[in-house]
């Protein structure tokens, strides 16, 4: 396991939950803050993670698109071919953007929005702080490219937001490709 993430056996005994689709309520309203050391948190956090790895090409995921409305979400870009920079699997707790710079435009795709991709302007370098599940250390992560990316997205569904909410315009949607 990532040294990011904290080496406790709550975290491995999560349960695989089913993921929230839009137009569900709980996807559009803001997730509040809670404590990292609660118990229920350290639950939500390896369901979190059981639920991710369970998900063919799912790379982060935030406690409302599995039904709790918290300010949690885990993440792990390093298998995904566009990452460069990674730290491995984590879940931050109480996530904030510190820093944001250079923005660039790029496709995304969501569970929560299964049929549909967008084209977002993002930041591609991010600095966020937030606290590990369990023990509540704070971290701060110095970040680029394709995991600038996903931590900003799954920051937006804590904030009530989707991708959907971030493109230009109805012409930035496109159906979701499959691939055989």
């Known amino acids: ?19 929230v689709r839009a137009p569900d309520r709980v996807l559009s309203t803001p997730c509040p ?20 790895a369970v998900s063919p090409g799912c790379v982060g995921l935030a406690a409302n698109q599995i039904g709790v409305s918290a300010r ?28 944001a710079t250079r923005k660039d435009r790029a496709r ?14 993002r930041a591609s370098r991010v600095v966020m702080s937030g606290l590990l599940p369990g023990t509540g250390e704070e971290v701060t992560i110095t970040t680029d490219a394709f995991e600038a990316r996903a931590v900003q997205h799954e920051l937006d569904h804590l904030d009530g937001l989707l991708f959907l909410d971030r493109v230009v315009g109805a012409h ?3 159906p979701r490709q499959t691939y055989l």
């Open 172 to 174: 930035a949607i496109h």
């Open 1 to 19: 396991m990532n040294s990011l993430l904290p080496d406790l056996p709550e975290l491995h005994n999560g349960r695989v939950r089913d993921v």
């Open 72 to 99: 949690v979400f885990c993440l792990d870009v390093t298998t995904h071919p566009k990452t460069h920079t990674h730290h491995g699997r984590f879940v931050l707790v109480n996530p904030v953007l510190v820093e």
């Open 108 to 121: 995304e795709g969501c569970m929560s929005v299964p049929d549909f991709t967008g084209d977002v302007r």
């Open 33 to 52: 803050e809670v404590d990292p050391t609660e118990p229920s948190i350290m639950s939500l956090a390896a369901d979190l993670l059981a639920t991710m």
